[in-house]
T-cell receptor, first 115, second 110 residues
C-alpha cells in the first residue's frame, strides 16, 4: 500500500498567489522528509530536506523564503510556494526514507500550474 | 559534467526483446545506487538497488562497476508493461541524499 500521500494532486493558481502542498507519511513516523521538483523531460531535483521540529535544509539555488517548509509533526510536512510565478509551474514530489536507509518512497506528486 | 548521466532514449523494442540501459556517475565517493521506474506523470518507484556483486530480480539484472563508475540495467523478455522511464539514482554518501539521472525512456511495442 501507499506509504506517502500528497495533497492536492493538481493545482492551478494565478500568478502572485501562494500554494500549500501537504505531504503525509501514512504508516510511519518520519523525522525527515524530502521535497523534489521535476520540470518536463528533466530529472528530479532535490529542493530541500525537511526536518521535524527544526528548520529545513535547502539545496543550493533554492530560495528558502520562496519555498517555505514546515515539518511540525512526524507525519506531516508542508511546502508553500509563495508568490508563485509561471516559472514555478512544475511537478512537486515529496519522499521519505524508512529506518535511516537510503531507499526512498515517493508521494504521488503535485502538479502545479501557475497562470 | 552532470553527476548522473543517462542516454535519454527512447529505446523502441518489440515484446520479448532484451534491452540494456547504462548510466555513469561522476562522484567516486558515491555509496549506494538504485534504479527507479517512473511512469508518465507519476512518481518514481523503486525498481531495485544495485550492488557491486550484481543482482537479479526476475527479468531485471543490475550491475555496478565502481572502477568505471558505471551502472547498468538489463531487462529480459520485455513486456508491454515495461514501457516507462528508468531513472538511475545515486546516493553520493551524504545522509539519504539522492541524485537522479534524467532517465531513459523505454517503449515496448507489440
Amino acid at each position: 500500500g501507499a506509504v506517502v500521500s500528497q495533497h492536492p494532486s493538481r493545482v492551478i493558481c494565478k500568478s502572485g498567489t501562494s500554494v500549500k502542498i501537504e505531504c503525509r507519511s501514512l504508516d510511519f513516523q518520519a523525522t525527515t522528509m524530502f521535497w523534489y521538483r521535476q520540470f518536463p523531460k528533466k530529472s528530479l531535483m532535490l529542493m530541500a530536506t525537511s526536518n521535524e521540529g527544526s528548520k529545513a535544509t535547502y539545496e543550493q539555488g533554492v530560495e528558502k523564503d520562496k519555498f517555505l517548509i514546515n515539518h511540525a509533526s512526524l507525519t506531516l510536512s508542508t511546502l508553500t510556494v509563495t508568490s508563485a510565478h509561471p516559472e514555478d509551474s512544475s511537478f512537486y514530489i515529496c519522499s521519505l526514507a524508512l529506518g535511516g536507509r537510503e531507499t526512498q518512497y515517493f508521494g504521488p506528486g503535485t502538479r502545479l500550474l501557475v497562470l | 559534467r552532470k553527476e548522473v548521466e543517462q542516454d535519454p532514449g527512447p529505446f523502441n523494442v518489440p515484446e520479448g526483446a532484451t534491452v540494456a540501459f547504462n548510466c555513469t556517475y561522476s562522484n567516486s565517493a558515491s555509496q549506494s545506487f538504485f534504479w527507479y521506474r517512473q511512469d508518465c506523470r507519476k512518481e518514481p518507484k523503486l525498481l531495485m538497488s544495485v550492488y557491486s556483486s550484481g543482482n537479479e530480480d526476475g527479468r531485471f539484472t543490475a550491475q555496478l562497476n565502481r572502477a568505471s563508475q558505471y551502472i547498468s540495467l538489463l531487462i529480459r523478455d520485455s513486456k508491454l508493461s515495461d514501457s516507462a522511464t528508468y531513472l538511475c539514482v545515486v546516493a553520493p554518501g551524504g545522509f539519504q541524499k539522492l541524485v537522479f539521472g534524467t532517465g531513459t525512456r523505454l517503449l515496448v511495442s507489440p
